[in-house]
């Protein structure tokens, strides 16, 4: 959950609330999906208390609930938030975020090796809740938001011209972006030029860029009709001169992914001063 | 889109200085310039990037495989960056640690590096 794109929105795990243990319904999502079930887990032939009696619960429940756009899921076990840290404490949600915070790029390892020293089950049992759970919620992904109409958007023939064309296209939003601008532009050069170096599958095909505005950020997309590439971004290699292209928005944005739902789409987002 | 590329002996130095916009499309001239200049197997070589309004991802593939070949070709290197833009991509990336890199020309060392 909080490994691929950086939490840097520290609402964001705020908004991932915990379920209360034994917590049946209403807790998916942020109501929108009020009254299905929340997916949880529970190994088999466990028993809950409910009032007075004990009941047995089945292996699992299956449950579905239908995403909106701009929403994503978040799996995560309250394992981790349950896991004792140094001093004996329970790491919880707010040691959580802090640690996600001050560890935006390695997050996943900085979390994980306070916890090490039990098991997320072990910790689980010995924590506040019966049970370790599996929780699935739906919630707005930060960097994939609603989309909102383009405030820009152009097609520009895959060429070497094309960074510098969406690049000047950008030049008119220089006093909506302030002090984002040359960031943007920079991201845009690099998805042009990589939206061209892949083009060859579909040479004739235009790349189309979307530029869309929020209060506050600014989300660029780049769309060509190619195969798409791999796009990871490279690890350093000393020896190696090329491959920065994607490591520069993966260090600039504060959040970019791919959408392959139709030909390629690269889409970044920074944040802009409102 | 605007681009030139000057290559300057100064003493042992060899200057390459771009101007304009380095992407894509003016790889080619600034990849040449930086051959011209090689080719005279120069004591030091110092690109100049102060007087480039853009330079992206294309750019800094050209600065780090010069620096391989000054590696490779045994003379110094080095560069000087600009204000802004350029500046933000070599701290970025973190370039700056691995080869000199100055605000002036005249800061550059004129030893040949190991």
Redesign the interface.
């Given at each position: 959950v909080i490994t691929r794109s950086r939490v840097r929105d520290p609402d964001a795990l705020r908004r991932l609330a915990r379920l209360p243990a034994g917590a049946t319904a209403a807790t998916l999502g942020d109501g929108r999906v009020a009254g299905r079930s929340p997916g949880t887990l529970r190994p088999c032939g466990s028993t809950t208390a409910s009032r007075s009696r004990r009941t047995a619960r089945p292996c699992r429940s299956a449950s579905s609930a239908p995403l909106g756009s701009g929403e994503g899921v978040l799996l995560y076990t309250d394992g981790i938030l349950d896991a004792r840290v140094a001093g004996g404490r329970v790491l919880g949600e707010a040691r959580l975020a802090a640690v996600v915070r001050e560890h935006p790029g390695d997050a996943p390892a900085r979390v994980i090796a306070p916890c090490a020293t039990r098991s997320p089950a072990t910790a689980a049992t010995s924590a506040s809740s019966r049970s370790a759970r599996a929780t699935v919620r739906s919630c707005p992904v930060p960097g994939n938001s609603r989309p909102v109409e383009p405030y820009l958007s152009l097609e520009l023939p895959p060429d070497a011209r094309a960074p510098s064309r969406a690049r000047h296209a950008m030049a008119g939003l220089d006093g909506l972006l302030g002090p984002a601008y040359p960031d943007v532009a920079l991201l845009v050069s690099e998805l042009v030029t990589n939206g061209v170096r892949h083009a060859d599958t579909a040479p004739e095909a235009p790349l189309r860029i979307a530029v869309r505005l929020a209060d506050d950020r600014v989300r660029v997309e780049v769309s060509d009709q190619g195969e798409g590439f791999d796009h990871g971004p490279l690890p350093p290699d000393p020896t190696r001169a090329g491959g920065w292209g994607l490591r520069l928005v993966d260090e600039i944005a504060d959040a970019w992914g791919v959408d392959r739902a139709q030909g390629t789409t690269v889409w970044f987002e920074i944040a802009r001063a409102s | 889109?605007s681009f030139a590329a000057r290559v300057e002996p100064q003493g042992s130095v060899m200057l390459v200085a771009f101007e304009g916009?380095l992407?894509?499309?003016t790889e080619a001239p600034a990849r040449e310039a930086l051959a011209v200049a090689e080719a005279t197997s120069p004591g030091v070589l110092v690109v100049d990037l102060r007087d480039l309004a853009?330079m992206?991802?294309?750019g800094?593939?050209?600065v780090?495989?010069a620096e391989?070949r000054s590696r490779a070709g045994g003379w110094g290197f080095a560069v000087v960056r600009g204000d802004?833009?350029v500046r933000?991509?070599l701290r970025?990336?973190r370039l700056e640690d691995?080869f000199p890199v100055v605000d002036d020309p005249g800061q550059v060392p004129l030893t040949r590096l190991a």
């Open positions: - | 889109v916009e992407d894509m499309a853009f992206d991802s294309t800094l593939k050209l780090l495989e391989l802004g833009m933000r991509l970025v990336t691995r």
